[in-house]
């Protein structure tokens, strides 16, 4: 670790999506920023407020507090003691990952249980700009006293963000500091104005932090769960004397790192016969601008076990020429790409009769069955519209269910197929809040946004039966969580088939947000 003596502390690192709505925008930046927008009813106009260190700016007693003053604190079971925030890594060439802080154990309350925050601050690429501004937020929540009173028109020079003292012999304060959090304007009996001020308690402490910055390594084998390693290039083998002809795809977990709980397999199709001739041309064909896509995800039961080998079959390929390249994952972030090996060159032959269908390698000559692709769709679905009102959770309720495609295909063969249906968000405003779970009618995680996405798909016949069902997601998505959908069912040659993909989105940490999905529907013949 090399200490830190002077930070940037409000530094903007990052891109702003304008095709986002405004004021989400404006809330990504006053985050990434450690302040916040108010509006200040004094002006008419909207202002930012810093968080940091600064001096009463008024005073507040028996001589200008109207009636009483109302505290509140927080309960037990809902204190922070400890900060997790996600950012992109600039140190990892903005990779996803995330550093943790812990209160000391020292000032932790009889009985007060573990209850971590969990923060996102996209825009910010820096380690210590991140931990500081979520160490300032894990700080102000233990400053869990919150105060409202009014005061007559004599205060109206007071705005939001203002550091204010109160004096009050019955709660025992002497000039006691506060930051102002609301204020309201109030029409008295008598023909005047008052205003309501709702304050939290302040403390200037809050706003100094000793930071040291962590450098991803491996050096003292410690990493958190954020620090990925890279698998190695994967190796390529095609098993074709089979009845099951698939792809063997090999490579060797990092030797450290964190856990790794699934692995990704993503495709690029050279389609283009000159970039085929030279597709290992970074010149001509730079590797960045190619679009891979997700072709299957497999998890392990816990996670797999580091520097040990991985064998991977792939299934469901269509005919073509192949790029291939794996990625590690866990459950709160993905690990960098692997390269890319050789290509993997198919031509398929498919028959009349399902015996004959044939699968030819053409580097290695040789011939075998391959499963039959009734259908293969590819879509992106923009501006999706979600929910505006949240479910009612603990009794059981869920998102609306909406409508996002609905495709019809036949099939050429009676049999059984597998029918898979990967969903990829481009753009959501899920965070990871779990605050939508409940057990028993007690909400788990009372302090988190409820963020919940989920995606359906079902196969329905002429006469409007399901015959398959599948789905994924559910309470806790991220705005970058994938999902896989696996099912099967016997269909025939003679009937036509609709696939009908829908969902169900509520981001209570950005209400209303649209959604963008990448889909990729697949009907492939396997008996």
């Known amino acids: ?44 106009k909207w202002s930012v407020v810093i968080k940091r260190d600064q001096a009463s700016e008024h005073s507040f007693g028996d001589n200008n507090i109207v009636g009483s003053i109302i505290a509140a604190s927080t309960p037990l079971n809902s ?14 060439h903005d990779g996803n990952n995330f550093v943790r802080a812990d209160i000391d154990p020292a000032r932790l309350k009889a009985n007060e249980r573990e209850n971590v925050l969990k923060l996102n601050y996209p825009i ?25 009173f009014n005061t007559n028109y004599t205060m109206k020079a007071v705005q939001a963000g203002d550091i204010i003292d109160i004096t009050n012999t019955a709660y025992g304060w002497a000039a006691k500091l506060f930051r102002v959090i609301t204020i309201e304007e109030l029409d008295t009996d008598f023909g005047g104005i008052d205003y309501k001020i709702t304050a939290q308690e302040y403390s200037a402490d809050i706003y100094t932090h000793d930071l ?22 994967p190796q390529i083998t095609i098993i074709s004397a089979s009845q099951t002809p698939h792809l063997l795809v090999e490579s060797v977990f990092p030797a450290s790192g964190a856990p790794i709980t699934g692995v990704e397999v993503w495709m690029y199709e050279i389609t283009d016969p000159a970039e085929l001739a030279d597709w290992d041309d970074p010149l001509l064909y730079p590797d960045e601008n190619r679009v891979y896509n997700l072709n299957t995800t497999v998890f392990a039961e816990n996670s797999f076990v580091l520097n040990s080998d991985l064998d991977l079959r792939v299934d469901q390929i269509d005919p073509g020429n192949f790029l291939i390249k794996l990625r590690p994952i866990n459950q709160t972030t993905k690990g960098p790409f692997t390269d890319f090996g050789s290509t993997v060159t198919y031509t398929v ?58 495709n019809p295909f036949t099939v050429t063969t009676d049999g059984l197929y597998s029918i ?40 329905v016949d002429s006469g409007s039966n399901v015959v398959a069902f599948g789905g994924s997601g559910g309470p806790g998505a991220f705005y970058w969580t994938d ?45």
């Open 1 to 44: 670790m090399t200490a830190i003596s002077e930070i940037r502390r409000y530094d903007i690192n990052g891109v702003v999506d304008t095709g986002r709505p405004v004021w989400e925008n404006i809330e990504k930046l006053a985050n990434a920023a450690n302040c916040w927008a108010t509006y200040d009813i004094t002006t008419g």
């Open 79 to 92: 204190l922070y003691n400890a900060v997790e925030v996600q950012y992109p890594d600039r140190d990892i």
């Open 124 to 148: 910010v690429n820096d380690q210590i700009q991140a931990l500081s501004i979520g160490l300032t937020e894990l700080e102000q929540s233990r400053l869990d006293l919150v105060v409202s």
């Open 212 to 233: 040291s910055r962590f450098t991803l390594t491996t050096e003292d084998g410690i990493f958190s769960i954020g620090d990925i390693g890279a698998m190695t290039t």
């Open 349 to 406: 032959d498919i028959a009349a009769d399902l015996n004959g269908d044939s699968l030819v390698d053409n580097i290695n000559g040789t011939i075998g069955q391959i499963s039959a692709v009734a259908y293969n769709n590819s879509q992106l679905l923009t501006g999706l519209a979600t929910d505006t009102t949240q479910p009612n959770w603990s009794s059981g309720g869920v998102p609306t269910l909406r409508l996002a495609s609905s």
């Open 420 to 459: 898979s249906l990967v969903a990829d968000q481009a753009t959501s405003g899920a965070i990871g809040g779990r605050g939508g779970i409940y057990s028993g009618g007690t909400q788990i995680y009372p302090s988190e946004y409820a963020d919940y996405v989920s995606i359906t798909i079902d196969i």
């Open 483 to 527: 999902f896989l959908s696996e099912t099967s069912a016997s269909l025939l040659a003679s009937e036509t088939y609709t696939c009908i993909i829908s969902y169900r989105v509520y981001t209570g940490a950005n209400i209303g947000a649209n959604i963008s999905l990448n889909l990729n529907t697949r009907v492939v013949l396997v008996g």
